[in-house]
């Protein structure tokens, strides 16, 4: 199944219902986001780009809600050692951050620091020793300090980074509307009488509208089967 295809497809349901709901500001954004966000390859180099240049410009907010957005929407499903991974990603993001606080020689944004991310260092033994590190002589010749502050540990560090980044964001469960629109696309395509190849065609946006008159109350096991034929109805033949 092409993603790309699917994708497509689940815009423009979107695109259709807003449209149906005379949310003429939100499709205005919708469309807004459309032209900015492609593939999660270029996802992902937007995302570590925003890292990179909060650690630079000192924004401890916009990098700890980065790392907040990812551990709510794509670490909380990662395995043991996958979660462990994340984390430390997480701790040496945040060290290098400290890293170019210390060179700046800007002692008050390392004071923020600990003071915006204390559930994370507080009583964390891997934290102890770098409350320190702004107090400390020459820093990046001591331990744990000194590998942070070598530009061949911060490039490979930034790689492995956007490696880390690009994995677990495929891992990410799809959305439910992305997961059915997929799931008729394949049975469309798989079907003998059909002679449609499993495309969507434009009468697939009206059909949006039918789905949000079916929004109320429905119990899993009873909600599966007719939603699934909706979409098995909606992206079949049409002969009318």
């Known amino acids: 199944m ?3 295809h699917s994708n497509t497809a689940a815009d423009e349901l979107v695109r ?3 449209h149906y709901r005379g949310l003429t500001q939100t499709v205005s954004t919708f469309e807004q986001e459309l032209k900015t966000e492609h593939h999660s390859k270029v996802q992902v180099e937007k995302i570590v780009e925003e890292i990179l240049s909060a ?10 809600k980065i790392w907040t957005t990812f551990n709510e929407r794509v670490f909380n499903s990662l395995s043991g050692e996958e ?3 994340a984390q430390q990603y997480e701790n040496d993001v945040y060290r290098l951050y400290l890293v170019k606080c210390v060179q700046k020689n800007d002692k008050q944004k390392c004071v923020e620091f600990f003071t915006k991310i204390a559930p994370l260092a507080v ?3 891997q934290w102890n020793e770098w409350f320190t590190i702004s107090y400390v002589q020459n820093a990046k010749d001591r331990e744990p300090f000194k590998k942070y502050f070598v530009k061949q540990w911060q490039e490979i560090f930034l ?6 980044l690009s994995i677990t964001m495929q891992s990410v469960e799809k959305p439910l509307l992305l997961r059915m629109i997929e799931a008729a696309m394949q049975e469309s395509s798989s079907s003998p009488t059909s002679g449609r190849s499993g495309s969507i065609d434009e009468e697939l946006i009206d059909d949006f509208a039918v789905i949000a008159q079916c929004s109320g109350p429905m119990k899993a096991a009873s909600s599966k089967p007719s939603l ?10 049409r002969n009318d």
């Open 2 to 4: 092409n993603d790309d």
């Open 16 to 18: 259709g219902y807003l």
């Open 55 to 64: 650690i630079e410009k000192h924004d401890i907010d916009s990098l700890k």
């Open 83 to 85: 979660s462990r991974l």
């Open 123 to 125: 009583n964390n033994p």
């Open 159 to 164: 790689i492995s980074l956007h490696n880390f």
């Open 228 to 237: 699934k034929n909706l979409f098995k109805s909606i992206t079949g033949k």
